[in-house]
């Protein structure tokens, strides 16, 4: 397994909207994900900046790079594109985070 971290940004104002949003995740996107090889993934929001901070784990023999051919992904991008920053696709921008710590 393979752990990746990135951040995203959320429009200010949104945290409850995003929240809501992700407790009610549509079970075919987590699906899709899962195919994917991803597991253990978790969203964290620090309020001063607005920055969502996601960290996951993949196989590695994931096939993340094909999700956004994805249509349940595309679907889910554009239902979340009114509330964080994303490119004209409506896929988020995030910036992905060196590892510089880990302890297990």
Do not use: C
């Not at 990135?6 to 996107?29: C, N, S």
């Not at 929001?45 to 901070?53: A, V």
């Amino acid at each position: 397994m393979e752990k990746v971290a990135f951040v995203m940004t959320l429009l200010p104002g949104h945290q409850a909207e995003y929240k809501k949003r992700h407790d009610e995740i549509w079970p075919e996107l987590k699906d899709e994900l899962k195919a994917a090889g991803i597991s253990d993934y978790s969203i964290y929001f620090e309020s001063e900046s607005n920055k969502l901070f996601a960290v996951l784990r993949r196989t590695s023999d994931h096939s993340m790079e094909l999700l956004p051919m994805q249509p349940i992904v595309q679907k889910w991008w554009a239902f979340m594109a009114d509330i964080m920053e994303t490119h004209p696709d409506n896929q988020p921008v995030t910036t992905q985070i060196e590892t510089v710590f880990h302890m297990e």
